[in-house]
């Protein structure tokens, strides 16, 4: 079945990189995305990378994309304070018919 | 800028009420979802409709009921409350029945007493 998994805690201290992991079972995946809900919000669509690319950069943010061990990442290069939210990942299967997969989230704290 | 829209940011209401959660996408787009957050479950969809007047169930169905008479509003109905419906609820919508990216409103959180 399809499924995503991500560890749900990650502290770091501000000005250093964040790396957030996932991992999905769904060998279609065609997109997969990374979404950020700060505290009391909705989700907020952060970035995204087809199933054919390897690596997107969008300034502080690099996805990386194994798709050989089904490994998703999310590096966030100088953590900031703003930073602190949680961070979905979630995957869309060819059969999903623009249904997304969600992880339970990596809540991601920044401390100075 | 889309604009996904929920008509309550708080709601509490009592076992065996029923309970209406409205959304409105301001964007004419085509799809429109209903999620429950929970801790350490992440987002289960609920419902979804592609068209007006359409739904399709999700992974999680039981207990709820969708209306979309227009494109623009979407509807999660809880016949009758209960205590394990209290959640955060997330409406969202994207372009097209293609691959699309889904944007989501602020949430409504639900508490069952």
């Known amino acids: 079945g399809e499924d995503v998994e991500q560890s749900l805690f990650l502290s770091v201290r501000e000005g250093d990189s964040s790396v957030i992991n996932c991992t999905y079972t769904?060998?279609?995946?065609?997109?997969l995305y990374w979404y950020k809900q700060e505290p009391g919000a909705g989700l907020q669509l952060l970035t995204y990378?087809?199933?054919?690319?390897d690596m997107k950069q969008d300034q502080r943010l690099t996805v990386l994309l194994n798709k050989k061990d089904k490994h998703l990442s999310l590096r966030i290069a100088d953590t900031q304070t703003g930073d602190s939210a949680i961070y979905f990942c979630?995957?869309?299967?060819?059969?999903?018919?623009?249904?997304?997969?969600f992880g339970a989230g990596t809540r991601l704290a920044v401390h100075p | 800028d889309v604009k996904v829209t929920q008509s309550s940011r708080y709601l509490v209401k009592r076992t065996g009420e029923k309970v209406f959660l409205e959304c409105v996408q301001d964007m004419d787009h085509e799809n429109m979802f209903w999620y429950r957050q929970d801790p350490g479950l992440g987002l289960r969809l609920i419902y979804f409709?592609?068209?007006?007047?359409?739904?399709e169930k999700g992974d999680i169905p039981e207990g709820y009921s969708v209306s979309r008479e227009k494109k623009e509003r979407f509807s999660l109905i809880l016949e009758s409350a209960s205590t394990n419906q209290t959640s955060m609820y997330l409406c969202a919508s994207s372009r097209n029945r293609g691959i699309d990216t889904q944007y989501f409103g602020p949430g409504t959180r639900l508490t069952v007493l």
């Open positions: 769904d060998s279609s995946s065609t997109y």
């Open positions: 979630a995957e869309t299967p060819l059969s999903g018919y623009n249904k997304l997969i």
């Open positions: 409709s592609y068209d007006v007047k359409m739904k």
């Open positions: 990378i087809f199933s054919n690319m």
